[in-house]
């Protein structure tokens, strides 16, 4: 939900909307990168391409690990979700979470924020990344994701890090100011080791199979010339684009919905597509945030605390249908759903809904009427184990009873 760059690694630009990325080649030593571009017509860029060409070293990060004894016990909401106490400052975002198993994960968000669990997420301590923290910057962590020990955090001003043991030891990619937006979600792919996806804020995308070494961008034409071609066709908003997603949600199948940032239209794009395609937005006022139902269903929301559903699974229907949710004009935040049928919505002060049939009715949850904060992101790993993130360091954690 979370939105770039610093460092000094080169990103081929655009010579036209349908060649938008131009690789190089690499090759590292154990003390040193070293950086050979080449003029190519493929498509794949390296490591260096995509993320510069500028740094001599990546550096290999080890964070000392501490858990210190909470300074309160957590506090129990309901028989759902107890507010859990985090060792961070007020005002902190939280962003996303990530677990490598159903016990130890790390939490992100604002003010280089990271935070670490062994425990299911009842406790959390701070980690630290000296790298980081050395050069000045105050990183926004905006994504983790983890496919076995393998995993990845991306983050604002530019920054990327991988691990390959669970998060005992982090390697930093640099990432330049070229890089098309910022990255603002990272996604580990499951099956041979040294594979992910990155996507940025301005709706590049990136596919690497190696550990980051090559870069193929699946997207060859940028969001603003897709736009320039299809302003004249219907497409309400698209003359104020401003370069940038307000919000965007991935399918396990791959495919992308993202929120324009006034919030005017929304894109979607499936794996294959060279671009974004605009849609006109299903409601009228103006959209908030999307997302995809445990059967591929797009839900969306409104800042206005409106839910709609689409009629039928996956990203090119636009037929979509209201839900009944007494959201007392807050705005809904995210969606997130624990089974096939049992769901959860979230917003402006402190509100929480629950659904009992797979999002199609809704009622409050007063649990959380004396949270004082936002409530921005719902995620859960597997049935019993959800969570609830918002501003001020605010943590809920599914207790794994249900009501």
Not at 21 to 32: D, K, N
Not at 268 to 294: D, I, K, V
Not at 323 to 340: A, E, H, P, Y
Request: with cysteine; net charge neutral.
């Amino acid at each position: 939900m979370a939105l770039s760059a610093q460092q000094t690694r080169q990103v081929a630009s655009a010579r036209s909307s349908r060649k938008a990325f131009a690789p190089a080649r690499i090759s590292r030593t154990r003390a040193s990168v070293v950086v050979r571009a080449e003029a190519q017509n493929a498509d794949g860029m390296t490591r260096r391409a995509v993320l510069g060409a500028g740094l001599a070293t990546a550096a290999a990060v080890s964070m000392p690990i501490s858990f210190p004894a909470p300074a309160q016990a957590n506090q129990l909401l309901s028989t759902e979700w107890e507010l859990v106490n985090l060792p961070v400052t007020q005002g902190t975002v939280l962003l996303d979470i990530g677990f490598t198993d159903e016990k130890h994960g790390f939490l992100l968000g604002t003010r280089q924020t990271l935070l670490e669990t062994n425990d299911g997420g009842k406790t959390w301590a701070p980690r630290s990344i000296d790298a980081a923290r050395d050069e000045g910057f105050n990183y926004r962590f905006n994504s983790i994701s983890f496919a076995g020990k393998e995993g990845w955090i991306v983050g604002k001003p530019a920054i990327l890090l991988h691990t390959s043991d669970g998060g005992a030891n982090w390697e930093r990619i640099p990432l330049s100011s070229k890089l098309p937006g910022a990255p603002v979600r990272i996604t580990a792919l499951a099956g041979k080791p040294g594979q992910a996806e990155m996507i940025t804020d301005q709706g590049a995308i990136y596919v690497t199979d190696n550990t980051a070494y090559t870069w193929t961008a699946a997207v060859q034409e940028t969001v603003d010339a897709t736009l320039n071609r299809t302003v004249s066709s219907g497409i309400s908003g698209a003359s104020y684009y401003e370069g940038s997603f307000s919000n965007l949600a991935r399918s396990n199948s791959g495919d992308y919905v993202a929120v324009s940032s006034r919030g005017n239209f929304y894109m979607t794009w499936s794996p294959g597509q060279t671009y974004w395609q605009p849609h006109n937005r299903p409601a009228p006022r103006r959209l908030q945030n999307m997302g995809f139902t445990p059967a591929g269903e797009v839900w969306v929301t409104t800042r206005g605390g409106d839910v709609l559903v689409s009629e039928e699974a996956g990203i090119a229907s636009e037929k979509f249908k209201d839900v009944t949710i007494n959201s007392r004009g807050f705005g809904i935040l995210d969606v997130g759903f624990r089974d096939d049928k049992v769901a959860y919505a979230c917003g402006g002060s402190g509100s929480l809904y629950r659904s009992e049939d797979g999002g199609k009715n809704w009622k409050r949850d007063r649990s959380t009427d004396d949270v004082a904060g936002n409530l921005y992101a719902i995620k859960f790993f597997n049935p019993q184990l959800g969570f609830v993130l918002g501003n001020d360091g605010i943590l809920l954690r599914y207790t794994g009873v249900s009501a």
